[in-house]
């Protein structure tokens, strides 16, 4: 099955859902019917991972390109495979204790998926030449894992030659941009952290930082990130609040559903329990994987 559509259209965020927004040229398919060769050629052999008969989802929004692969491990495993053969610089795969969720830009549809090839290249790409840009952003395309409850470690395979890395190693790198001198890198990367890990205290302490940051769009991008930290932003109110008094009123704004969602958010012991569990196992997994 196909569904393509491309249209311009508001996208939130050069990641997934980062907070400022801009006018993009997006395109999107449904199922998994092949794409150009042509297109990939930059990067030899990874059209073998990107027309991966498991693609449930794909997007593209100026050059940062989003693939969705739903299926059993063993079918994880052979697109391993083929992403360690493919002629790239890096081979970074991530492991995410949490199960993987995309909507379709209309939110029409909705995938829950279990691994995620990012290529971030064209115009996107230009903020890797950013100060720290392509310390927020990826360089050479990037494999992320959702194990989440639908994957077996024990069954996963990784091959040799594969740079493991679990989403704090992520998260560590990509919050050097929080103080890039560059407004547009330290603007995007709250959304960028907030994403990448909204349990992780560093992250959430960073965004914290940007609230009182002297340029209003880089707070309003962190009064954007900071409520996907649930009720533990309880800490960020009164950044926020301090916003509430600038004459910008998008930041205003912004920061007034932030406070309504932080106050508004209930604890969930249980889910930390689980997602702390799940980060663990993962920790031990790439553990052992470094000493083979």
Partial sequence: MKVVLSRCLMVVGLMLLAPARL?????EQVGNEPLPAASYAKWPGLVEVVNDKARAYYSWVNGNENFYYVGPVEELNAALKNFAKSD?????VILRADAGTVKSFQGDNQFTFQWHLQIFDGIAGHLLTLEKGDLVWNKHPRLTI???KEIDLAKLEIPKGVALLDVSDLSARARQGTDSKDKTVRGWCAGVIAHLDPRDAKNQAAIECLLKDEDDWVRLNAAGSIALFGAKAKSALPALKECLASKDESLKTSAQKAIDSIEAAKEDAAAEREHAEGSERIRKFIADYKKR
């Fill in 23 to 27: 006018w993009a040229l997006g395109e």
């Fill in 88 to 92: 790239l610089k890096e081979h970074e």
């Fill in 146 to 148: 959702h194990v989440g």
